[in-house]
């Protein structure tokens, strides 16, 4: 599972709901530095799941790409490299 990427999303917007494509991933609350402690949550055969650290409910969308959110723009992205 090495070569598997595990997204990890971040709420700056502090809504509510989150819809996301993937059902493992982390929640890192807000972007650095006002972040949480990075969880690792897993829906399983659920399709929602709330984050025990910022409470924001995350629900499964299987329209979208793992790597995508609605609304827009809740994946976390690492800093370019140089």
Known sequence: MADHAIPHFANDAG???IHIG???FMC???NPPFDHPHVFLDMGGDHEIVCP???TLYKFDG???ADQSEPA???MRPP???
């Open 73 to 75: 723009g809740c994946l």
């Open 63 to 65: 329209k979208l790409h």
């Open 22 to 24: 993937a059902h493992e």
């Open 53 to 55: 650290y910022c409470s």
């Open 28 to 30: 890192v609350g807000a």
């Open 15 to 17: 809504v509510s709901v």
């Open 80 to 82: 370019a490299e140089a």
